[in-house]
């Protein structure tokens, strides 16, 4: 990881409007759990409905596509990318430092939201705002590698972000049984079903399958976005 790099994009980040749309997301979803416990009351059925649709199943996706693609795309996009590929700096480290930067990003925004909106509903009943706190963070970290991969492989990349999104993970990974196992929502659902005790939670794919999964796809998009930065030249061709 190189520590300038990291600065530099951690400024660019958190200097554009893309922090706004960070930040809008969490905030959207912890006003809406407090109007939800001031409606209903505690009720861990709407807390765990709450954290399945919206904090792992909307939010997260389109966190790690805001974090993942912006720390990178936009530099390809507009060409700046050249002066960075310039520098003496090895683009695995490149790609390392801009997949840490979105993985901090979405861990913190994500986490730290998904169990303060889950607190708020249930408090620390039946472990739901720990678990689904710990499905967002590591589900946030494999969402940042695949979209930071996103971002070196097309310049549409947020249009295919959206609809990897909204297609894949929102209904084909959310709908159709076989396909559950390759979603990365279900594999942060998967690790919070191994903390949660909430009869009204539960999941089909098994720690054993998930956690292996998403080291090898956080791993393996991280290794391949290096790759990718090697293939791309000075001049800012493919």
Same mark, same amino acid.
């Given at each position: 990881?190189?520590?300038?790099?990291?600065?530099?994009? =951690?400024?660019?980040?958190?200097?554009?409007?893309?922090?706004?749309?960070?930040?809008?997301?969490?905030?959207?979803?912890?006003?809406?759990?407090?109007?939800?416990?001031?409606?209903?009351?505690?009720?861990?059925?709407?807390?765990?409905?709450?954290?399945?649709?919206?904090?792992?199943?909307?939010?997260?996706?389109?966190?790690?596509?805001?974090?993942?693609?912006?720390?990178?795309?936009? !530099?390809? !996009?507009?060409?700046?990318?050249?002066?960075?590929?310039?520098?003496?700096?090895?683009?695995?480290?490149?790609?390392?430092?801009?997949?840490?930067?979105?993985?901090?990003?979405?861990?913190?925004?994500?986490?730290?939201?998904? =169990?303060?909106?889950? =607190?708020?509903?249930?408090?620390? !009943?039946?472990?739901?705002?720990?678990?689904?706190?710990?499905?967002?963070?590591?589900?946030?970290?494999?969402?940042?590698?695949?979209?930071?991969?996103?971002?070196?492989?097309?310049?549409?990349?947020?249009?295919?972000?959206?609809? =990897?999104?909204?297609?894949? !993970?929102?209904?084909?990974?959310?709908?159709?049984?076989?396909?559950?196992?390759?979603?990365?929502?279900?594999?942060?659902?998967?690790?919070?079903?191994?903390?949660?005790?909430?009869?009204?939670?539960?999941?089909?794919?098994?720690?054993?399958?998930?956690?292996?999964?998403?080291?090898?796809?956080?791993?393996?998009?991280?290794?391949?976005?290096?790759?990718?930065?090697?293939?791309?030249?000075?001049?800012?061709?493919?």
């Amino acid at each position: 990881m190189n520590t300038v790099v990291a600065d530099i994009t =951690y400024r660019a980040m958190l200097g554009r409007k893309r922090i706004w749309l960070l930040i809008l997301l969490p905030v959207a979803l912890v006003a809406l759990a407090a109007l939800l416990r001031v409606v209903n009351g505690q009720d861990e059925q709407t807390a765990v409905l709450l954290m399945k649709s919206f904090a792992i199943g909307t939010m997260l996706p389109l966190l790690g596509l805001i974090a993942g693609t912006g720390v990178i795309a936009p !530099e390809i !996009e507009d060409g700046t990318i050249i002066h960075l590929l310039a520098k003496p700096i090895s683009r695995p480290v490149i790609a390392v430092t801009k997949f840490v930067v979105a993985a901090s990003l979405i861990a913190v925004l994500a986490a730290v939201s998904t =169990y303060a909106s889950a =607190y708020l509903l249930v408090g620390s !009943e039946s472990g739901v705002a720990s678990g689904f706190a710990l499905g967002a963070l590591f589900g946030g970290i494999a969402y940042a590698a695949v979209f930071l991969l996103l971002g070196v492989l097309t310049r549409h990349a947020v249009a295919v972000g959206v609809i =990897y999104a909204l297609v894949w !993970e929102g209904v084909v990974g959310g709908y159709v049984p076989g396909a559950r196992k390759f979603s990365i929502q279900q594999w942060a659902q998967s690790l919070a079903d191994q903390v949660s005790s909430s009869p009204f939670f539960s999941t089909e794919v098994t720690l054993g399958f998930a956690v292996p999964a998403m080291v090898i796809v956080t791993i393996g998009a991280v290794v391949w976005t290096g790759q990718r930065l090697r293939s791309l030249s000075l001049t800012g061709d493919d």
